[in-house]
């Protein structure tokens, strides 16, 4: 049994479902910082900066807020990466399964 969740590395060996993510954005901004609180309060936040500042906010499909000690451009970039390799493997799983027929 093989699981199809890919994981993305979010910062020291901390990683996160790619497909449960909605929005990764850069923390600064007044919206930003009201999130983090908001989340804070409503016990929805998850802390993976290892005591170093933020600098990205990842925001999943289950309403949970994740903060990262890695660039949002950083972050964003591994994750387009990630979904490019996974659409490759499918092509190949396809096309193995397609020419055993």
């Known amino acids: 049994m093989s699981c199809k969740c890919r994981l ?3 910062g020291f060996g901390n990683s996160v479902v ?5 929005a990764i954005v850069n923390p600064n901004s007044a919206p930003m910082k009201r999130l983090r609180e908001e989340a804070r309060e409503s ?3 998850i ?9 990205s906010i990842i925001i999943t499909d289950s309403n949970h807020v994740i903060l990262s000690a890695i660039q949002a451009e950083t972050i964003s970039q591994r994750l387009a990466s990630d979904l490019l390799k996974a659409g490759h493997d499918d092509e190949e799983e396809c ?6 027929k």
């Open 8 to 10: 993305l590395n979010i």
């Open 18 to 22: 790619a497909e449960r993510i909605i």
């Open 43 to 45: 016990k929805r936040l």
């Open 47 to 55: 802390d993976a900066t290892q005591g170093r500042r933020t600098r």
């Open 95 to 100: 096309e193995s399964k397609n020419s055993g």
